[in-house]
C-alpha cells in the first residue's frame, strides 16, 4: 500500500510565504506524476500545479509566478513554494501522485494526501 503525507499548512498574512510538502512511503516502483490541487469551501477542486516525471511542469494561471513545484526523486517527496500569498489562495491543498508499484502494472495507480490547510489572512 501507498501513503501520502501532507505537511506545511498554516494561517499565514497577505503577501506572506508557506512551504507544502508531500512526501509518499510504501510499496513505490516508480513515480509517474506529481501534483498539487486545492478546494476552497463551496468550489471544486482544481489543479494548482504539476509535474511530470520527465521534469515538465505546468500552473493553474491564478499562481504563475508565485508558486513553484519541485521534487525530490530520492526522498518521493513533492513541494509546493508559495510565494505573495493572496486571501483567495485559502483552501484545504490536497497532492495527488500517480505511481507504479510493482513493475508488472500496466498502468500508474493515483493516490492523494489527507489534505493541508491553507489559511491566508490578516
Known amino acids: 500500500q501507498v501513503q501520502l503525507v501532507e505537511a506545511g499548512g498554516g494561517l499565514v498574512q497577505p503577501g506572506g510565504s508557506l512551504r507544502l510538502s508531500c512526501a509518499a512511503s510504501?510499496?513505490?516502483?516508480?513515480?509517474?506524476?506529481m501534483g498539487w490541487y486545492r478546494q476552497a469551501p463551496g468550489k471544486q477542486r482544481e489543479l494548482v500545479a504539476q509535474i511530470f516525471s520527465g521534469g515538465s511542469r505546468n500552473y493553474a494561471d491564478s499562481v504563475k509566478g508565485r508558486f513553484t513545484i519541485s521534487r525530490d526523486n530520492a526522498k518521493n517527496t513533492v513541494y509546493l513554494q508559495m510565494n505573495s500569498l493572496k486571501p483567495e489562495d485559502t483552501a484545504v491543498y490536497y497532492c495527488?501522485?500517480?505511481?507504479?508499484?510493482?513493475?508488472?502494472?500496466?498502468?500508474?495507480?493515483?493516490?492523494w494526501g489527507q489534505g493541508t490547510q491553507v489559511t491566508v489572512s490578516s
Open positions: 495527488s501522485f500517480r505511481l507504479y508499484t510493482t513493475i508488472v502494472d500496466i498502468v500508474p495507480k493515483e493516490y
Open positions: 510504501g510499496n513505490i516502483f516508480r513515480i509517474n506524476y
